[in-house]
Every structure is written in structure tokens, then in C-alpha cells.
């Protein structure tokens, strides 16, 4: 049997509640995304996890919080790291998702929001976390995976997103349809083939 893979988007965040542009703001889980990260403890229950990677905010912290109490993982090893953390917007955290589409027209946005290599003002392009998450992948978490070790990595939808990219061998134009829900776990056999 081969070994796996778990990858976790953070459950809802305060301002993914509020439909704000959150990046490296370091919000906690709100009501609805406390739930999810329960819900997401539960389908996890059946899986062995010998190693978990987290980013460095809160949101991420929390959900995995949640899951290590309820699936009771308190003896399994966690790494955190800021490799993992969310894209960083720049400009736009804390603004509101619509405002600024109103502002700035619905393509804009979804250029920013969405494309490989165009930045946020002031921001990260995908391009730009997909290179401080692949080495981190490849120096870390890889090599746990390279041991047989079963691996759960909480980090959120566009540091997510880089790591599909690569793992899917995903091209840019593929990976601006790919979005990553809140608290549902994405399972990998590894090797991913
Ligand atoms: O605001 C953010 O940091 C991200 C994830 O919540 O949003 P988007 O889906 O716009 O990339």
C-alpha cells in the first residue's frame, strides 16, 4: 500500500467570511469555519498520520488544532513554516473582494486573483509563492513522504494551489480554473503518479 499525501485548505477565516482579500492578514476561523475544520476531523479519522506541516497563521494553526484534538494526534510531529503560508495580496488584504472588482472591473480581479505570473500590487503572483512552496515541498515534506511517512499538510487555497500545480503537472492555463475549498482533504498516493 503506498503512502499519502493529505492536503487541508484552512476552514472559513473571518474574512473569508466577510469576503475580504486575506493574504499574510493572520485572521482566526470563524463560526462556520470552526464546523468545518470538526467536519474535516471526522473524515480524517480513518487515515494514519505520522507527520503534519502547517503554515504560520492562525487560521491554519486552528484548523489542525481542532483535528489534533478530536482525532486525538497529540503525539504525532508538527512542523510549521512560513513557506506555507497563504500568497501574500499586498495592496488588497483587508479590501473588499467586490468593492474592488467595482473598482477595478471583474477581469482585473480575476487576473490577480487567479494567474500564474500576474501580482497583486505590491503582492505575490502564484509564480511567486509557487517558489518558496515547491523548494519547501522538495527540502521537507518530500522527503518524509520518500520514508513511507503519511503526511497531513494544512496551508491554505494559493500556497494549495502551487503545490497542486506541481504535483498534477498542471500547466498556467489549468491551474487558473483550480480552486481549493475550505476544510475538505485533497488525498494523494504517493508517488503521485
Ligand atoms: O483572500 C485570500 O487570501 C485568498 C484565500 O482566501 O483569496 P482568493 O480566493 O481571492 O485567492
Same mark, same amino acid.
Given at each position: 500500500?503506498?503512502?499519502?499525501?493529505?492536503?487541508?485548505? /484552512?476552514?472559513? +477565516?473571518v474574512y473569508n467570511?466577510?469576503?475580504?482579500?486575506?493574504?499574510?492578514?493572520?485572521?482566526?476561523? +470563524? %463560526?462556520?469555519?470552526?464546523? %468545518?475544520a470538526k467536519a474535516a476531523a471526522e473524515k480524517l479519522k480513518s487515515q494514519k498520520i505520522d507527520q503534519v506541516y502547517t503554515s504560520i497563521l492562525i487560521r491554519a494553526k486552528h484548523t489542525y488544532q481542532i483535528i489534533e484534538d478530536i482525532?486525538?494526534?497529540?503525539?504525532? #510531529?508538527?512542523? %510549521?513554516?512560513?513557506?506555507?503560508?497563504?500568497?501574500?495580496?499586498?495592496?488588497?488584504?483587508g479590501l473588499n473582494k467586490a468593492d474592488i472588482a467595482e473598482k477595478f472591473g471583474e477581469e482585473q480581479v480575476h487576473i490577480w486573483r487567479r494567474s500564474f505570473d500576474i501580482p497583486p500590487p505590491n503582492g505575490e503572483s502564484l509564480k511567486d509563492t509557487y517558489y518558496r512552496v515547491i523548494p519547501y515541498f522538495k527540502s521537507d515534506i518530500k522527503k518524509d513522504l520518500d520514508k513511507?511517512?503519511?503526511?497531513?499538510?494544512?496551508? /491554505?487555497?494559493? +500556497?494549495?494551489?502551487?503545490l497542486v500545480m506541481y504535483l498534477d503537472n498542471l500547466s498556467k492555463e %489549468?491551474?487558473?480554473e483550480k480552486e481549493i475549498a475550505t476544510g475538505v482533504p485533497?488525498?494523494?498516493?504517493? #508517488?503521485?503518479?
Open positions: 500500500m503506498r503512502n499519502k499525501l493529505i492536503l487541508l485548505r /484552512h476552514g472559513q +477565516s467570511l466577510e469576503n475580504r482579500f486575506t493574504g499574510w492578514r493572520d485572521v482566526d476561523l +470563524s %463560526e462556520k469555519g470552526i464546523q %468545518e482525532d486525538g494526534l497529540q503525539n504525532v #510531529p508538527l512542523k %510549521e513554516d512560513k513557506a506555507l503560508n497563504e500568497r501574500k495580496y499586498g495592496d488588497l488584504e513511507g511517512l503519511n503526511i497531513l499538510v494544512v496551508a /491554505h487555497g494559493n +500556497s494549495l494551489r502551487a %489549468e491551474i487558473v485533497i488525498i494523494y498516493d504517493w #508517488p503521485v503518479k
